[in-house]
Every structure is written in structure tokens, then in C-alpha cells.
Nanobody
Framework: QILLAESGGGSVQAGGSLRLSCAVSGYRYNRICLAWFRQAPGKEREGVAHIDNLGRPSTADSMKGRFTIDKDNATNTLYLQMSSLKAEDTAMYYC???????????????????WGQGTQVTVSA
């Protein structure tokens, strides 16, 4: 059972920065995909950034250059560094995980079946 717990959300003015954290537990080392998603009121959930089991990060094109995903294997923590925040970044942000079976691999934003409770990010113009 993979457990995820986000923290670090809050209110910030446009142009500011926030760093989200996600404590991850209950997984086998190197057999997990991790990602950040977000969902704004009235909108569909969208992928923000993901990092595969080999530590290779990727950020959605619309957020590239502003958002960076990273993980610390020593502390089992996933991070999302957000800068130059805009009002349209306001959303609930979720940490997600996918456990890899034998012969499977991480595939972008697909297949995530473990979710945290979310942390709210509010950006004021």
C-alpha cells in the first residue's frame, strides 16, 4: 500500500513561488512512478509534472520553465517547485504514484492509482 501526504500549499501573490512536498511510503525502491496533478474548480484534472523510476523528470509543456519536479530518495519525498505563479495556477494539487509490476514502465501521466489528499494553492492577481 503506497501512502502519499502532500504539504506546502498556501496563498501567494502572482509572481511568487511555492514548494510543494509529498511524503511517499510503502513502495519498493526504483519500482515507482511519481507525479503531480492539479484540478481547478470546474475544470478537469491535469498533469503537471512526473518523474520516472529512474529519476528522469518531465514537466507539462504549459508549465515548463516555471515548475520543476524533483525527489529525494533519502527521505522518500517528492517535490514540486513552482515559480512565477499566475492566478490560473490556482488549484488543488495532488501527488500521485503508480507501482510498477514486472516488465512495466512509467508512461507519462498514465496509470496512476495512488493519490494523496491534495494541497490547495491559491494565487492572487
Amino acid at each position: 500500500q503506497i501512502l502519499l501526504a502532500e504539504s506546502g500549499g498556501g496563498s501567494v501573490q502572482a509572481g511568487g513561488s511555492l514548494r510543494l512536498s509529498c511524503a511517499v511510503s510503502g513502495y519498493r525502491y526504483n519500482r515507482i512512478c511519481l507525479a503531480w496533478f492539479r484540478q481547478a474548480p470546474g475544470k478537469e484534472r491535469e498533469g503537471v509534472a512526473h518523474i520516472d523510476n529512474l529519476g528522469r523528470p518531465s514537466t507539462a509543456d504549459s508549465m515548463k520553465g516555471r515548475f520543476t519536479i524533483d525527489k529525494d530518495n533519502a527521505t522518500n519525498t517528492l517535490y514540486l517547485q513552482m515559480s512565477s505563479l499566475k492566478a490560473e495556477d490556482t488549484a488543488m494539487y495532488y501527488c500521485a504514484a503508480r507501482a510498477l509490476g514486472t516488465g512495466s514502465w512509467c508512461d507519462g501521466f498514465l496509470g496512476y492509482n495512488y493519490w494523496g489528499q491534495g494541497t490547495q494553492v491559491t494565487v492572487s492577481a
